[in-house]
């Protein structure tokens, strides 16, 4: 599974050197993110008048990096509270900025930025904004600190090393997890053809394994969801197509994450408790038939390392 992230940190030579050395980060590419003329050279985005700024694309497994983790590193290298400059590189072309391709990274963006804020006493001037366009640089710029090890650097060598050595190992770790429940579920399930003794028992697995506050499926039957089976305290027994995160999994045909139930317009709150909350499809020949609910009393508990291992599970 990959997905992709841009990250503005000041020059591209050293914030593409720090990033690449993250595990989990299966490439990164420098360029020129977010400005107004068509194929700028670096020679044109040099004059600071074309609205770019230097960036680096980063793609990444995120069954083995989430992106609160590569937000979290990529704070280390900069000053999120320098407008336009980093280290003494200054411009708008040196500016901090996060540019997403999918809008379901803002919540994770927004959620590390105001856990980043609290670091800070000033406020802090990262941009926010989906990528616009993205041109890769020159290819001398690629690499450039591998093919220059003493080329000019912003970033102290230290940051090179902190960046090799911490791991995510959250998301390591939670992927371990699913791996031994999906052959748990294989070994329990193995010619089980009854679905609801199915589901029973991974719910159970699930809930067992991640402690989860609720685990539970709701099934579609007369045009609506139905509970059950689940793990956990008692729950709304029935949900309309399109109501709360359930019904809208189910409407739009994908998994929902819900990293805080309360910026969910139409969250039904069966729980006080829960703050966080993933819904993924189950399909049977290509049909929504069910969807598999899981609600957490931490907010941010899930992401997509869950909705990869979650869709996995979902097909069984
Ligand atoms: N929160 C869900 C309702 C089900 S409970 O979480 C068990 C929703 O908004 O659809």
């Not at 927004?110 to 020159?138: G, I, M």
């Not at 609720?214 to 969801?225: A, D, F, P, S």
Request: glycine letters at 6%; hydrophobic letters at 35%; proline letters at 5%.
């Amino acid at each position: 599974m990959e997905k992709e992230i841009y990250l503005a940190a000041g020059c591209f030579w050293g914030a593409e050197h720090f990033l690449r050395q993250i595990d989990g980060v299966l490439s990164t590419q420098v360029g020129f993110a977010n400005g107004n003329i068509p194929n700028p050279s670096y020679e044109q985005v040099y004059t600071d008048t074309t609205g770019y700024a230097e960036t680096v694309h980063v793609r990444y497994d995120p069954t083995r990096v989430s992106l609160l983790f590569l937000l979290r590193m990529y704070f280390k290298a900069i000053d999120p509270t320098s407008l336009n400059r980093q280290g003494n590189d200054h411009g708008t072309r040196y500016r901090t900025g996060i540019y997403y391709t999918s809008p379901h990274d803002l919540p994770f963006i927004r959620f590390a930025l105001d856990e980043e804020a609290t670091h800070h006493s000033k406020p802090l001037c990262v941009e926010v904004e989906p990528l616009s366009n993205f041109y890769p640089a020159e290819e001398y710029h690629q690499n450039y600190l591998i093919n220059n090890p003493d080329g000019y650097c912003h970033l102290p060598v230290q940051l090179f090393d902190y960046a090799r050595n911490n791991r995510d190992l959250d998301t390591a770790h939670k992927t371990e997890q699913y791996q031994l429940l999906l052959r748990q579920i294989d070994a329990l399930c193995q010619g089980e053809t009854d679905t609801l003794a199915i589901r029973a028992n991974t719910c159970a697995l699930l809930h067992e394994t991640f402690h989860f506050w609720w685990t539970g499926y709701y099934r579609v039957e007369n045009n609506e969801l139905l509970l059950g089976p689940f793990q956990g305290p008692v729950a709304c027994m029935h949900i309309p197509f399109g109501a709360g995160v359930c019904g809208t999994a189910w409407k739009e045909k994908r998994t929902l994450l819900v990293p805080d139930v309360e910026q969910f317009p139409g969250h039904i709150a069966c729980s006080a408790a829960s703050r966080s909350e993933i819904v993924v499809p189950v399909r049977a020949d290509g049909t929504i038939v069910a969807v598999l609910d899981i609600d957490s009393q931490h907010l941010a508990t899930f992401d997509h390392c869950d909705s990869y291992w979650l869709e996995q599970i979902a097909t069984r």
